[in-house]
């Protein structure tokens, strides 16, 4: 081998010789050998995702009157000291459940008045997003029995507990969420356009224009 | 073709010879505009029948780059586009998000010509801003209904079988501003809220296969690492929502065409997509493709989170709010003339655009330029691919009239982008997500392309 280096076949040959000796029983491919096995306890601290009904909230616990120091302190900037919201950041208490309906029916305007009583099927999932995504600026800093506590304060807030309410891994799953029986799963195609090609309206069309300018920074 | 010389193709005006005064002058005019008056000795040259000659080259004098030396290899390590192109970015509009960490950005379109979208310039949404995630250290966890769980490296994932599709991603929040009424003046921000890549990863099926999923297991979750540690349920064959309604049948289809991907149009992901690995859901809003992916588990119901509850829904005008719209249907757009590409001058044209659908391949799309009454099929580019953006085309002469062009596709299912109106009709104005209805551009006698909508059918 070492001989054929100078030609410029050498190469060539020498991979050949050299393939000769392997095998050709590895072409199947695959997942073999790949990945390590976890065990779901290893997992556990990464599993910090709450179902709907409560399954999987993390023990612990806290009171309204618990939420209301770190809510002012850490939640109150954003959305407003009585759950109002605050420059674009959304509110906590929305229009009540009636009004909300009223105005969806009315087409006007409902999209800014979502909050925990309107726009929230499940109490524990607010626990997950608090625990998950909270204080905004500093995401996930807050501990387990602090985000139950703003849980129930913000909960009170959209006036769906009592102030002598306590949240935890026990009651949370049973709070009666004002928006929870209006949720309907997708049920689309839900508009049925034909492929017309020819004479399709009589009617000339109704043109509305007026887009905004000067909104691309 | 039209009625005056001004409304002459330069190339007619070569062969018969032309150089009348009119002809000067729109000449003096095009020269202005298009090279800022450098190469004005125009009219009356050798080569005064000829636009093309005048305003862009001439190639017979020394140009602003002929007897200069260029910039060496690997002076720009990574490329990038022509200075002159610095106006093809992505955008963002500052009165839509309190704050640019929990917002979005649009793809230019108006000014791709492909199918696919520059890694640079895809969409970005972030719930808690984009984060620089190790591939060295970051790990993926497949666990819950599995014979087993199992821990991967980047490495591993890379080693696995891969996997190759074009497709793209909507933000189901894509039109959302128009809903109401017209407001926004660029097609950027009516439809720039989708990008369309090829990507390539690790199937979802044969990971499946290799942990063994429970075949009870009914739906199952995605992840990611990023502050919002954003997450969201995907439904799998026999998956049903809290109350137990099943979902519709083409939305628990749709993790057939999942991956785990890591490379977006031959590179690895940008950090603003995920990387180093992000979840692709093909056909469902782009918010199901969790980016910067760390962990999936596969359960028997939905989590029903934060985003599946208050964020992506839609409150329709029946007063019920309809959860797990998940698949985006049929849309399309034309992307020239737009706001943003206005007509310059009579003549030909060709229409183009791009449509798209989350439920398979587009089958057709029609163009109308009277508002709808009539329509003519286009002409897709190929490739045509599923839950991947097409391209169309229609040659169009315009003889300086007001015209309303509108496009509208068909998908393979049979199913027609709808009007606007008969979206209203069902879910009225505060439903935000998925507005996938026909876009109409008006184009003025000025040559302007504006933003419209119509308001009867």
Redesign the interface.
């Known amino acids: 081998m070492s001989k054929l280096k100078t030609s410029k076949f050498g190469l060539g040959l020498a991979a050949g010789v050299m393939a000769l000796g392997l095998s050709t029983a590895g072409i199947a491919?695959?997942?073999n050998g790949?990945?390590?096995?976890?065990?779901?306890k290893a997992?556990d601290p990464?599993?910090?995702?709450?179902?709907?009904?409560g399954t999987n909230l993390p023990k612990g616990s806290g009171t309204v009157e618990a939420g209301q120091q770190p809510y002012d302190a850490k939640c109150a900037m954003?959305h407003g000291a009585f759950g109002e919201g605050a420059?674009?950041?959304p509110k906590m208490a929305g229009d009540p459940m009636p009004a909300?309906?009223q105005?969806?029916?009315q087409?006007l305007?409902?999209?800014g008045n979502?909050g925990v009583n309107n726009?929230?099927?499940?109490a524990p999932?607010?626990f997950?997003?608090i625990k998950?995504?909270m204080p905004?600026y500093a995401?996930?800093t807050m501990g387990v029995d602090e985000s139950y506590a703003v849980t129930c304060y913000v909960l009170n807030l959209g006036g769906i507990v009592d102030m002598d309410f306590t949240c935890s891994n026990e009651t949370l799953a049973d709070v009666d969420m004002p928006?929870r029986e209006?949720?309907?799963?997708?049920?689309?195609?839900?508009?049925?356009?034909?492929?017309?090609?020819?004479?399709?309206?009589d009617?000339?069309?109704?043109?509305?224009?007026?887009?905004?300018?000067?909104?691309?920074? | 073709m039209s009625e005056t010389t001004l409304d002459q193709t330069p190339q007619s005006d070569a062969r018969e010879g032309v150089a009348s005064s009119d002809r000067r002058k729109f000449l003096r005019k095009s020269v202005a505009l298009a090279a800022s008056g450098a190469a004005a000795a125009a009219a009356g040259n050798a080569y005064a029948g000829d636009v093309k000659l005048e305003t862009v080259t001439d190639p017979l004098k020394p140009g602003a780059t002929r007897n200069i030396l260029g910039r060496g290899v690997v002076s720009v390590p990574y490329g990038m586009p022509s200075k002159f192109e610095k106006h093809v970015v992505r955008r963002n509009v500052s009165w839509l998000t309190a704050d640019t960490v929990a917002s979005i950005s649009f793809t230019p379109w108006q000014d791709l010509n492909g199918i696919i979208t520059p890694n640079g310039l895809h969409f970005e949404r972030h719930h808690a801003g984009a984060v620089d995630v190790d591939p060295e250290t970051h790990r993926l966890v497949i666990h819950g209904m599995v014979d087993k769980p199992m821990i991967f490296t980047m490495e591993d994932l890379k080693r696995m079988p891969s996997h190759t599709a074009i497709h793209f991603l909507e933000c189901p929040a894509n039109g959302a501003m128009e809903w109401r009424g017209v407001q926004m003046d660029s097609m950027q921000f009516t439809h720039g809220m989708m990008a369309c890549s090829e990507w390539t990863g690790v199937k979802l099926t044969d990971l499946m296969e290799y942990v063994g999923v429970d075949p009870k297991s009914t739906w199952l979750y995605a992840e990611g690492t990023d502050g919002s540690a954003l997450q969201r349920s995907i439904p799998m064959e026999g998956a049903k929502d809290q109350f137990g309604e099943p979902l519709p049948a083409d939305s628990c289809e749709m993790y057939k065409d999942a991956m785990i991907a890591y490379a977006q149009n031959g590179e690895a992901l940008r950090p603003e997509n995920g990387y180093p690995i992000r979840f692709l859901l093909p056909g469902c809003e782009a918010n199901m493709s969790i980016k910067w992916l760390r962990r999936i588990k596969f359960v028997d119901k939905p989590l029903v989170t934060y985003q599946e509850t208050r964020h992506y829904i839609e409150p329709l005008p029946d007063g019920t709010i309809r959860q797990f719209s998940l698949v985006n249907e049929t849309n399309s757009v034309i992307n020239y003339p737009c706001p943003d590409n206005q007509m310059k001058g009579k003549g030909a044209y060709e229409i183009r655009g791009i449509a798209w659908s989350g439920r398979g391949k587009i089958a057709h799309v029609d163009v109308s330029v009277d508002g709808g009454k009539n329509w003519k099929e286009a002409e897709l580019v190929e490739p045509v691919m599923s839950k991947c953006v097409t391209k169309f085309k229609l040659p169009f002469e315009w003889n300086g009239d007001e015209h309303l062009i509108m496009s509208r596709a068909t998908d393979e299912t049979g199913y027609v982008q709808p009007t606007l109106m008969q979206l209203r009709n069902v879910r009225g104005t505060n439903s935000i997500y998925h507005k996938n209805s026909i876009q109409a551009w008006k184009i003025e006698k000025t040559g302007e392309v504006k933003n419209v909508q119509i308001e009867n059918f």
Do not use: Q
Request: a negative charge; proline letters at 4%.
């Open positions: 491919g695959g997942f790949i990945g390590a096995n976890i065990t779901e997992v990464w599993d910090i995702s709450v179902f709907y009904d954003c420059e674009g950041y909300f309906i105005s969806l029916k087409g305007d409902g999209v979502r726009a929230w099927g499940h999932t607010l997950d997003m998950r995504h905004f995401p996930g928006a209006y949720y309907v799963t997708d049920t689309r195609p839900d508009v049925d356009n034909k492929r017309c090609m020819s004479d399709c309206y009617e000339k069309p109704k043109v509305v224009g007026a887009a905004v300018t000067g909104v691309s920074e």
